[in-house]
């Protein structure tokens, strides 16, 4: 099969890149004729041979005779794919990713039948959505397996602003296990993927979840380890604080703008913290997100901590008769 590609695109560049030279002959026409009936019998046979061997032939490029048509008519349903896209309420990032991709496979110099068809399904896949959303969208790329690695980094990102935004370990363990359970559940519509030479996106990211919770699991087991050691809890007495994880990022953060706490070793810093206090709907508070949790603050957070600042200026100067003191 792919001797015949070959052969068929030899005769290709004979009928348009040397026309110049057989053109001057007087048999032109009988000579153009010619390789247009070996062309048209190259694409028979290996017409032909598909069927004996179907996937081998998805694999092998498709000629160069063949290709002009087959890129009209992707470019035709891109063309509509795009649009159709463009109308969905779908986060930008991943409309912009998915188009991209498809678009450079569309756009491959040796494009073969696999190719097409994916493209195709795919496409024809979202185009008879009506509505999509970013989760949905999501979902249907799984089906299709849609393994571009630039899809991976963007699921990536949002398990990662997910469990960033989750303050306990506990529920982060929990939402990886459901994410997990999500990907396992999927049934795999499509039997092609994308990139045929990269792992499944399934398996990409069940390896990464399972990564996760590996670590999420032995952090959990480190915190309990270190409560049941009598000498460590003498020295790392755990203490709960009357705040929110979200509050609580805030009000490190505000020591640390102040210079109350150094700037020094920030990392560290909100690892003592996580590992030292725990609120009353998180036991287990994860560092990465407390230190999150300190800069993307809400406006309802800031407001609640600031009522608590009030607070303890208003301690002080009932306390400390400060009211009245210059400067106070």
Aim: aromatic share 10%; hydrophobic share 45%; with cysteine.
């Amino acid at each position: 099969m792919k001797q015949l590609v070959k052969i068929s695109d030899t005769v290709h560049h004979y009928l348009w890149r040397l026309a110049p030279c057989w053109k001057r002959s007087l048999s032109a026409p009988q000579i153009k004729s010619f390789y247009l009936f070996a062309l048209n019998f190259l694409e028979a046979v290996l017409e032909e041979l598909g069927r004996l061997a179907p996937e081998i032939l998805m694999q092998i490029p498709v000629t160069q005779y063949s290709q002009p048509n087959l890129i009209v008519e992707l470019k035709g349903r891109y063309k509509f794919f795009e649009l159709h896209l463009d109308q969905l309420d779908i986060d930008d990032d991943l409309k912009n990713l998915v188009k991209k991709g498809l678009n450079q496979l569309i756009q491959k110099r040796e494009i073969n039948l696999m190719n097409v068809e994916y493209s195709r399904n795919l496409m024809t896949a979202v185009t008879a959505k009506e509505k999509l959303d970013t989760a949905t969208f999501r979902r249907l790329l799984f089906l299709y397996g849609f393994n571009l690695p630039e899809f991976f980094l963007y699921c990536i990102s949002s398990y990662k602003d997910v469990m960033e935004n989750t303050p306990g370990l506990h529920e982060q363990l929990e939402m990886l296990m459901t994410e997990q359970d999500k990907l396992d559940s999927l049934l795999v519509n499509c039997k092609i993927q994308m990139l045929t030479d990269v792992a499944s996106i399934n398996k990409q990211l069940r390896g990464f979840l399972s990564e996760k919770k590996q670590y999420v699991k032995q952090m959990l087991k480190l915190r309990r380890a270190m409560l049941k050691d009598d000498q460590l809890a003498k020295s790392m007495i755990r203490l709960k604080i009357n705040m929110s994880v979200a509050q609580f990022g805030l009000f490190i953060r505000v020591q640390i703008e102040k210079g109350l706490l150094l700037k020094e070793n920030i990392g560290e810093l909100f690892n003592f913290f996580a590992a030292h206090f725990y609120t009353h709907q998180t036991m287990f508070i994860s560092a990465e997100s407390l230190r999150k949790k300190s800069t993307d603050v809400e406006f309802s957070t800031a407001q609640k901590l600031k009522a608590h600042l009030i607070a303890m200026l208003n301690w002080l100067n009932e306390n400390y008769n400060l009211s009245n003191y210059k400067g106070s």
